[in-house]
């Protein structure tokens, strides 16, 4: 079973970057466009979260990568980062992300 989840882990990890990029082109395709400071906040979630994915991934399929003390670091910081960046989207959408462009325009 460990195995199994370590393996969706590293094939979510991979597949997410690319199907965020496609869902993002529709965003950005629509009108008004969405603020610069959320599609940021996407484009660093989308670097973040595979990261974490594919390191915790690693973590399961590896006794070695389990026990590198840099790896658990690197795994916690991601976790943390990805949570607070999906914090920060989900506040963003509530606050009245999705009205206005921002850009004046």
């Known amino acids: 079973m460990r195995t199994l989840a ?45 990261v974490a994915l594919i390191i915790s991934g690693l973590m399961l399929l590896s006794d070695r990568f389990a026990v590198s003390p840099a790896l658990r670091a690197a795994l916690i910081a991601t976790w943390v980062a990805s949570a607070a960046l999906l914090i920060a989207v989900v506040i963003g959408r509530g606050a009245g992300g999705e009205k206005g462009g921002g850009d004046g325009g």
Not at 10 to 32: D, E, T, Y
């Open 6 to 50: 370590g393996i969706l882990l590293l094939i979510i990890g991979v597949i997410f970057p690319m199907a965020m990029l496609f869902q993002m082109n529709s965003v950005l395709s629509r009108k008004p466009a969405p603020r610069p400071s959320r599609v940021g906040m996407l484009l660093a979630l989308n670097g973040v979260l595979p």
